[in-house]
């Protein structure tokens, strides 16, 4: 049973950046990280494959997010820059044991307890 322990989250204004971490209880394939907004579903923001760091992103995401590993710390950083209102919502981080980047939630098995990004105008 693979446990993730996320922190980073919190209040900050437009335009501010923000850096989530999720560390893991062991190495897994790949880390995916995903949000989910009041009455909406949950949708997937980026993913990164642990032993290389191939990492893969919603098209949404491309341009001010940024995820990474430290594979010494077991730890996961989702960077997200120049933020907006829109992105407030809860943030998740997602393992799974496959090398393959999944951007369905469906393919995780194993989930952080989601910090609440929240961003004021």
């Known amino acids: 049973q693979v446990s993730l322990e996320e922190s980073g989250g919190g209040l900050v204004q437009a335009g501010d950046s923000l850096r989530l971490f999720c560390v893991t209880s062991?190495?897994?394939?790949?880390i995916g990280w995903f949000r989910q907004a009041p009455g909406k579903e949950r949708e997937f923001v980026a993913a990164v494959r642990l032993r290389d760091g191939t990492t893969d992103y919603a098209e949404s995401a491309k341009c001010r997010i940024t995820s990474s590993r430290d594979i010494t710390k077991r730890t996961l950083y989702l960077q997200m820059r120049n933020l907006n209102p829109e992105d407030s919502a809860v943030y998740y981080c997602?393992?799974?044991?496959?090398?393959?980047?999944?951007?369905?939630?469906?393919?995780?098995?194993?989930w952080g307890q989601g910090p609440r990004v929240t961003v004021s105008s």
């Open positions: 062991e190495r897994t394939g790949s």
């Open positions: 997602a393992a799974s044991h496959p090398l393959i980047l999944h951007a369905t939630s469906t393919e995780y098995p194993y």
